[in-house]
């Protein structure tokens, strides 16, 4: 099974984040999209979630719910931070040795995989989905790669921001089966 695992804070997750992991379905041919919320980034130490995780993973069940393709995984959180993407896989792999791994990431973390834990290891087990708006980037030697183009501007930090002022957050941006964010740190 071809099998797409998506990393991210999703904090909170948004109608972006389906429209990537669509494209990631029909663009890329991969089977379906694992949602792995993250517990902690290495390049965001010392930060907190607005969000709690028991907040964030119930608000993807609620935006994935119904969708076939769509699974929520809280691989991530059950291990010590930080999140390595390295340690991810290879937990996955024991858990699924059928699944042929992808991983779906946009632009900017894409430029700066190399700077990842266990560069190396990743490129060997991983085939790479990048999400670009526009041109699409360069294409690194000896990493697979498929580049999957799209353009949905909602933005986690936007939303956060919004439910801190009180502001509205932009239509189209909270995916259906949510309704509406909780308002306060959760």
């Avoid at 607005?50 to 699974?71: K, M, N, P, Q, Y």
């Avoid at 930080?82 to 059928?98: A, D, K, M």
């Avoid at 560069?119 to 790479?128: E, G, I, R, V, W």
Wanted: glycine share 8%; net charge negative; with cysteine.
């Amino acid at each position: 099974m071809k099998t797409c695992l998506f990393g991210g804070s999703f904090d909170p997750i948004h109608s972006g984040h389906l429209t990537i992991a669509q494209a990631a379905i029909e663009q890329a041919g991969v089977d379906r999209v694992i949602f792995l919320p993250a517990a902690c980034s290495p390049f965001k130490t010392g930060k907190t979630s607005f969000f709690s995780d028991s907040v964030r993973l119930e608000l993807l069940h609620a935006a994935t719910h119904g969708i076939a393709w769509a699974e929520v995984s809280d691989l991530d959180l059950k291990l010590p931070p930080p999140s390595w993407s390295w340690r991810i896989v290879e937990e996955w792999q024991q858990l699924h040795p059928q699944d042929e791994l992808y991983w779906l990431m946009g632009t900017d973390q894409w430029e700066q995989l190399h700077k990842w834990a266990r560069y190396d290891y990743l490129t060997q087990h991983l085939h790479f989905i990048v999400y670009h708006r526009g041109t699409p980037p360069q294409e690194r030697e000896g990493v697979r790669a498929t580049f999957i183009a799209g353009n949905h501007p909602a933005s986690s930090s936007a939303i956060r921001t919004a439910l801190q002022d009180g502001s509205r957050i932009p239509q189209g941006w909270i995916p259906r089966g949510i309704g509406e964010y909780p308002t306060a740190h959760s």
